[in-house]
């Protein structure tokens, strides 16, 4: 079992347009709508993958209950902390003519420290019976500002956010200018990718730095280190960061070493950058994705 906190959910809905003119009426060629949040992208794509996921979930109002059913029809077990407002929304919309993205980002529900003390302890004891728990995603206003830090776990952690976490987390994992932001070190090149990810990784985990479609880099707590490389651009990257994070957890949580974790979260994350709505990927395809990914020792 994997156990996925999520804080800060979000309806997640995207627009495709053949050119996004500001201050005009635009009908959209494609929409897509996802419970999302990086917590839920990182469910929605474990189970796609094949894992028994279990979310811990912050909801509120009308837009909660539609959460809550969306991660029940994806066949994910749902632990709801109920709070008063109105969950989140986040609006992308797509340019298809020159493939720029703009997005919009509602601030979460502001919840109180009673709230978030339920959700610790739901995700507390969810993790004594789990292989791996992942927290992702930023605070809801209200939460303590150390709200991570002392979320408890009695199974490896997985961590991808730029809050303050938990010191004993087993593998950190950020984007290469969220690493770049809270290590210091400029993460444009491959170079500094891997000393920001050996930094996150100070602690004694593992740390990973994903860099979009120049792949990702991967530092181990011995000292040993990885690049990965995938050739298959995309044109849809919201949620592959999720999706490369689920594929880390899935495998190793099944058994897998460090260097096909790799592989397979590389080739979740192409998936996902392939198909419209952040982890709405196949099984199949990340499967066959990760086959052509490129992983060599450092």
């Not at 979930?57 to 909660?64: D, P, W």
């Not at 009695?154 to 593998?171: F, K, M």
């Not at 120049?214 to 181990?220: N, Y």
Request: aromatic residues 6%.
């Amino acid at each position: 079992m994997i156990v996925c906190a999520a804080a800060n959910p979000s309806v997640d809905r995207l627009f495709e347009v053949e050119r996004l003119h500001p201050g005009r009426v635009h009908r959209p060629e494609l929409f897509a709508q996802v419970a999302g949040g990086k917590g839920l992208n990182a469910a929605r794509a474990a189970a796609t993958l094949g894992a028994d996921v279990h979310v811990v979930v912050i909801l509120a109002g009308h837009a909660g209950r539609w959460l809550e059913g969306e991660l029940e029809r994806a066949g994910i077990a749902v632990h709801a902390v109920w709070v008063d407002g109105e969950s989140r929304s986040s609006l992308s919309v797509a340019d298809r003519s020159g493939g720029g993205l703009t997005e919009f980002y509602e601030q979460g529900v502001p919840i109180g420290t009673e709230a978030w003390h339920r959700f610790a302890g739901a995700a507390a004891a969810l993790s004594a019976s789990a292989e791996w728990m992942a927290i992702s995603g930023s605070l809801p206003p209200g939460a303590p500002a150390d709200g991570y830090v002392a979320l408890g776990s009695a199974c490896p952690l997985a961590a991808d956010t730029v809050e303050r976490r938990p010191a004993t987390a087993d593998l950190v994992k950020l984007n290469a200018g969220e690493a770049g932001q809270v290590t210091g070190v400029d993460t444009a090149t491959a170079e500094g990718a891997l000393a920001a990810a050996r930094r996150l990784g100070d602690d004694g985990g593992a740390g990973a730095v994903t860099r979009g479609a120049a792949g990702a880099v991967l530092a181990l707590a011995d000292g040993s280190a990885f690049t990965a490389t995938l050739d298959a651009p995309g044109a849809y990257p919201v949620g592959s960061g999720d999706s490369f994070l689920a594929g880390l957890v899935v495998a190793r949580a099944a058994g897998a070493g460090w260097d096909d974790a790799l592989a397979l979260a590389l080739g979740a994350g192409a998936a996902n950058a392939a198909a419209p709505g952040a982890a709405c990927f196949s099984r199949d395809h990340a499967e066959r994705l990760a086959a052509r990914a490129s992983v060599t020792p450092v």
